[in-house]
């Protein structure tokens, strides 16, 4: 009787080491990659644009900053670029030390510019 015994079992095995990968895929999801998936890739703080080539930058902020809080519906969750995402958390962290504005020197949004700092300087000049 004609028994091969190995050809079979490798083919099971094989099909349950990639289940078990697939599976494992799925648990590993991350709560930024179904925020990726429900979000579009736009960051939530300065509109800045992103696509595959640089969506490392876009990172998923947690608005109640409980990292093991993550709805499947995605309400927990912010997409925001690195810088404002960086400056979220400054802005947390210096709202729970209390020192919230003693002389930071750049603690707001740099990109404010000040329409008549050259006009006033402008006009000194022709003075
Ligand atoms: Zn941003
Ligand atoms: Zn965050």
């Known amino acids: ?47 800045r644009t992103f696509d595959r080539t640089n969506l490392q930058q876009l990172t998923v902020h947690h608005r109640d900053h409980n990292h093991d809080n993550n709805p499947p519906d995605g309400s927990n969750w912010e997409l925001l670029c690195l810088y404002c995402h960086d400056n979220e958390h400054q802005r947390q962290q210096e709202q729970a030390a209390g020192t919230g504005s003693t002389g930071g020197p750049a603690r707001d949004a740099p990109a404010t510019h000040k329409p008549f700092a050259d006009l006033a300087s402008l006009l000194k000049r022709k003075t």
């Open 1 to 47: 009787m004609p028994a091969p015994k190995s050809v079979p079992d490798h083919a099971r095995l094989d099909r349950v080491v990639a289940d078990a990968r697939r599976h494992a895929d799925e648990r590993g999801r991350t709560y930024r990659e179904q925020a990726l998936a429900i979000y579009p890739w736009i960051c939530g703080r300065c509109a």
